[in-house]
């Protein structure tokens, strides 16, 4: 089970379609670049000799990828607990930073791929978007009713996985721990994650608790490949599983924060996933 919005990798699903709306909204961050060059001497100096570079850790000496994520997995409370839930809803804000756009959120999920996203954004109004199993949709008063086609279809498809903390076999092409490294300001495992398209995305896990601090990956959009980079904070346990109550997304240099104030379980009506008259005359 996971309550997250790189979709919700499950990179979230709303992350990238926010940035979208912010984007039209906004006129856009202005774009700085900032070159210089230093003076050449007027005599050069006698080149250093070369320190050896550190010896990055052997591949040997870090813990495989199986045995990071089964560790996350019992640090949110068990594959058990896991696979116990069915559904989702959890409730929260969302802010855009700097930019003045705030939202409430619901976000529900169930079994086995199904997710919908509902956003009030205070003056602006409700944004939605949703995977029925078949359909990814989004449907806003700025950009009006659409489908998702193409690679970011199976895309959403793929980040809908109520399950997909469990990383079960068969998901990745490959799985690799590629370093310790640090990940907002911590210690982490750095995880690759190769997907069957050949597209790679990025675990960071806590070395020192197991849970995972965040994902680097890239998705497609309507306005084409996005980098998103999430970090998952305020892990707090309902019904006895560890959750990140707060989400930190960044997508086209804007950071969206999600803070969860209630998650339920299994209370999710199947109909909460029907598409929208306006998604059905979308479709031939």
């Known amino acids: 089970m996971r309550i997250s919005i790189f979709r919700r990798e499950r990179v979230l699903p709303c992350g990238v379609a926010i940035a979208g709306l912010a984007a039209a909204i906004l006129a856009g961050p202005a774009l700085r670049a900032e070159s210089g060059q230093a003076p050449a001497p007027s005599k050069p100096a006698p080149a250093p000799r070369p320190k050896a570079p550190s010896p990055a850790p052997a591949a040997a000496s870090l813990p495989s990828a199986r045995s990071i994520i089964d560790r996350h997995i019992k640090a949110l409370g068990g594959r058990a607990a896991i696979l116990s839930h069915t559904s989702s809803h959890a409730t929260g804000t969302m802010t855009v930073a700097g930019s003045g756009i705030t939202g409430v959120l619901d976000i529900y999920s ?111 959009s309507q306005m084409g490949p996005m980098s998103v980079t999430q970090v998952h904070t305020d892990y707090q346990k309902f019904a006895g599983l560890l959750v990140p109550t707060t989400l930190k997304q960044t997508v086209m240099g804007m950071d969206q924060v999600l803070k969860l104030t209630t998650i339920e379980f299994d209370n999710v009506p199947p109909s909460t996933f029907d598409l929208p008259a306006q998604i059905k005359a979308l479709i031939k």
């Open 110 to 220: 169930a079994k086995p791929d199904k997710s919908l996203l509902k956003i009030n954004l205070g003056g602006i109004g409700e944004v939605r978007e949703g995977f029925d199993g078949v359909h990814a949709w989004t449907l806003s008063p700025i950009t009006g009713p659409a489908l998702t086609q193409g690679k970011e279809l199976e895309e959403k498809k793929f980040d809908a996985d109520f399950y997909s903390d469990l990383h079960e076999e068969g998901r990745y092409a490959s799985m690799k721990t590629v370093e310790k490294t640090t990940f907002d300001g911590r210690p982490c495992y750095k995880v690759s994650l190769i997907k069957k398209d050949g597209s790679e995305d990025f675990d960071f896990y806590d070395v020192e608790t197991g849970l995972k601090a965040g994902a680097i990956g890239t998705r497609e």
